[in-house]
């Protein structure tokens, strides 16, 4: 879990940052922390991170908390965000970026766990997405589930989605190495295929859900029927 926290006060910022720190430990988190003392700060460090949630000060001299999380919302709207104020009228702006939480100055930290749990859960609930690297500095966000399969172009790749489709200007073993163990595989030196877009393989081909078909190695057939059948044993699911 990627974690921003920004704040304009050190020693609040200091505190936040080890209570994040305390709580993932506790909770056998991989949490990666973040820390900024305003928002154009967080701003030059976006580009390079993609946070998973937001911890935000609302009064900061600049661009206020608030304004910050609109931009944050409207950049990447999974981010999970919780506000730190010392106001409570503050409190209702908050539904305009589906804030998961205020917490009132002086923070407590068993209220910031409890805060941080219920991130946590509704993290869990939403849909995955895959990020790739798109032209310039572009970032491309689909769901796991509409990928259909990659295939190799030259020096680029094909993203074949639900969607339409998309040109990656990575190489192939580039784009392949960011999608996750389990739900993808190989199926040909130039293919590899989503086995939630699966519904038939056979010897020469596969049939997706979509209707297309793509190649499959008559040499990897048997390794890529074994996943598929694996894939479904162990609850995969084509939602």
Known sequence: MNVAICDDEQAQLDFLCTCVKRWSEKRKIDCSISAFQSANALWMEYEKERYDLALLDIQMPGQSGMELAAELRSRNDDIGIIFITGIVDQMAQGYDVDAIHYLLKPVEESKLFDVLDRALTRMGTQEKKLLFKGKGDEIVAVPEHEVEYLE??????????????????????????????????????????????????????????????IPVSRRIYGDVNRAFIAFYKNGGDRS
């Open 152 to 213: 190799a172009r030259s020096h680029d790749t094909l993203l074949a989605y639900t969607g339409g489709d998309f040109q990656l200007p990575v190489s192939f073993g580039e784009a392949v190495s960011t999608l996750p163990s389990g739900s993808f595989i190989k199926c040909h030196r130039s293919y590899v295929v989503n086995l939630r877009a699966v519904r038939r393989i056979g010897k020469y081909e596969i049939a997706l859900d979509s209707g297309r078909a």
